[in-house]
Nanobody, 126 residues
């Protein structure tokens, strides 16, 4: 089992920044990728970014490229999502997830992830 706890959400004006954290505990050695997803009201959950624990390969959805940066601190078992130049359309509940699949590519879909955090709200006002 892997437990994930997100923090760092909040409210910010457009153009502002927030940094989300996802602390992993438990059998973290079983996870190979960590991802961030988001779900806005009335919309489906969508992939935001992911990173491989070993090597640090990353992937982003097109909507956040150049604005968001995913990183990890292996010693702290923590993954971060630095969100810059935030837009109102970034408003959503952001959840981190852990994938135990030994994929050669960045997993982009929710079904590739086994463990999920409870989510943290990010609200961007115009």
């Amino acid at each position: 089992q892997v437990q994930l706890v997100e923090s760092g959400g909040g409210s910010v004006q457009a153009g502002g920044s927030l940094r989300l954290s996802c602390a992993a505990s438990g059998r973290t050695i079983s996870s190979y990728y960590m991802g961030w997803f988001r779900q806005a009201p009335g919309k489906e959950r969508e992939f935001v970014a992911a990173i491989r624990w070993s090597g640090g390969s990353t992937g982003y959805t097109e909507a956040v490229k150049g604005r968001f940066i995913i990183s990890r601190d292996n010693a702290k078992n923590t993954v971060y999502l630095q969100m810059n130049s935030l837009k109102p359309e970034d408003t959503a509940v952001y959840s981190c997830a852990a994938s135990t699949r030994r994929l050669a590519y960045i997993p982009l879909t929710a079904h590739d992830y086994t463990y999920w955090g409870q989510g943290t709200q990010v609200t961007v006002s115009s």
